[in-house]
């Protein structure tokens, strides 16, 4: 199996070892499944309404849930998910200014075409992911991952027991925090599944704070669902290049597209593809003490 066929499995495949350092570091930091993040989220701290959780340094604390919403019969219960779209495990940033993941136009990082093609935030191996090259983008002040808590049955886990880092299906969530200040903004992306090379991200990025006050509700309307223009597209879940299907046919060799970023919608490619505000729900939680 040539390089090239390697690189581009799905997230099944992918470093053990670095999905299993981010499983559980990086998503709901406690001892729960991830199968607890399909509650809803920050249900405590609307009970004690003392005032958000502000450090020394004037950040805030932020609870971020991402949930899948799709529903669970958007393709033929014959296709690869069994009908259903899967959010894989992401990569995150707090940063000032635009999405520093992407730019519509401009060619993806290899990081990016990691995640978007297989599903690691970590990136191919041998190659830097999206947690490695996120630190260096201007105006980044912190870099994260969001994967599932542990490993577990569905709707967390519709791989079955892929060690650490498994996609959710409808109904299941991620969960993170952040800390954050005046000013900062959220950036994250999560490859959409099946799909050869598509990923939510917002776009503009997500503001955290309106007029010097933290941010707290729901905060979806500007996700996105985009094309990174490094696969040639297929028929989501039939295709045998596209995920989850190339991990388990060697792994083909495709060219792009267009070679660059763009809204899936502006692709033209005739497949069908759910709606950003259909895929994913992203919500802000103030921290309270």
Same mark, same amino acid.
């Not at 495990?89 to 093609?117: D, K, M, Q, W």
């Given at each position: 199996?040539?390089?090239?066929?390697? $690189? $581009?499995?799905? !997230?099944?495949?992918?470093?053990?070892?670095?999905?299993?350092?981010?499983a559980?570091?990086?998503?709901?930091?406690?001892?729960?499944?991830?199968?607890?993040?399909?509650?809803?989220?920050?249900?405590?701290?609307?009970?004690?309404?003392?005032g958000?959780?502000?450090?020394a340094?004037?950040?805030?604390?932020?609870?971020?849930? !991402?949930?899948?919403?799709?529903?669970?019969?958007? =393709?033929?219960?014959?296709?690869?998910?069994g009908?259903?779209?899967?959010?894989?495990?992401? &990569?995150?940033?707090?940063?000032?200014?635009?999405?520093? !993941?992407?730019?519509?136009?401009? +060619?993806?990082?290899?990081?990016?075409?990691?995640? *978007?093609?297989?599903?690691?935030?970590?990136?191919?191996?041998?190659d830097?992911?999206?947690?490695?090259e996120? +630190?260096? *983008?201007?105006?980044?002040?912190?870099?994260g991952?969001?994967? +599932?808590?542990?490993?577990?049955?569905?709707?967390n886990?519709?791989?079955?027991?892929?060690?650490?880092?498994?996609?959710?299906?409808?109904?299941?969530? =991620?969960?993170?925090?952040i800390? *954050?200040? +005046?000013?900062?903004?959220?950036?994250? *992306?999560?490859? =959409?599944?099946?799909?050869?090379?598509?990923?939510?991200?917002?776009?503009?990025?997500?503001?955290?704070?309106?007029?010097?006050?933290?941010v707290?509700?729901?905060?979806?309307?500007?996700?996105g669902?985009?094309? &990174?223009?490094?696969?040639?597209?297929?028929?989501?879940?039939?295709?045998?290049?596209?995920?989850?299907?190339?991990?388990?046919?060697?792994?083909?060799t495709v060219?792009?597209?267009?070679?660059v970023?763009?809204?899936?919608?502006?692709?033209?490619?005739?497949?069908? =593809?759910?709606?950003?505000s259909?895929?994913?729900?992203?919500?802000?939680?103030?921290?309270?003490?």
């Amino acid at each position: 199996m040539s390089p090239q066929s390697t $690189r $581009r499995r799905f !997230i099944a495949v992918a470093s053990s070892s670095a999905a299993v350092g981010l499983a559980g570091c990086l998503g709901g930091g406690d001892d729960n499944s991830s199968a607890d993040n399909t509650g809803s989220a920050g249900e405590d701290s609307s009970s004690t309404d003392i005032g958000a959780d502000v450090d020394a340094d004037g950040e805030t604390t932020f609870l971020i849930r !991402i949930e899948n919403v799709a529903p669970t019969d958007f =393709y033929g219960s014959d296709t690869a998910t069994g009908g259903q779209v899967w959010l894989t495990p992401g &990569a995150y940033a707090v940063h000032e200014g635009e999405n520093p !993941i992407f730019s519509t136009g401009e +060619p993806a990082s290899v990081g990016l075409e990691a995640l *978007a093609e297989a599903g690691p935030p970590t990136g191919f191996e041998g190659d830097p992911g999206l947690v490695d090259e996120l +630190p260096n *983008a201007t105006g980044v002040s912190s870099v994260g991952a969001f994967t +599932p808590a542990n490993t577990v049955e569905d709707p967390n886990d519709p791989m079955g027991e892929v060690p650490g880092a498994p996609p959710i299906a409808p109904g299941g969530a =991620y969960e993170f925090e952040i800390q *954050a200040a +005046p000013g900062d903004r959220l950036s994250f *992306a999560s490859m =959409y599944v099946p799909s050869n090379d598509l990923f939510v991200s917002p776009d503009p990025a997500i503001r955290l704070f309106e007029e010097g006050e933290p941010v707290s509700g729901d905060v979806t309307d500007t996700v996105g669902l985009f094309d &990174a223009g490094t696969e040639l597209n297929g028929e989501p879940g039939i295709d045998t290049a596209g995920a989850p299907l190339q991990g388990q046919n060697g792994g083909a060799t495709v060219g792009p597209t267009e070679g660059v970023v763009y809204p899936a919608d502006r692709v033209n490619d005739g497949f069908r =593809y759910a709606q950003p505000s259909d895929i994913v729900n992203v919500r802000t939680d103030v921290w309270r003490r």
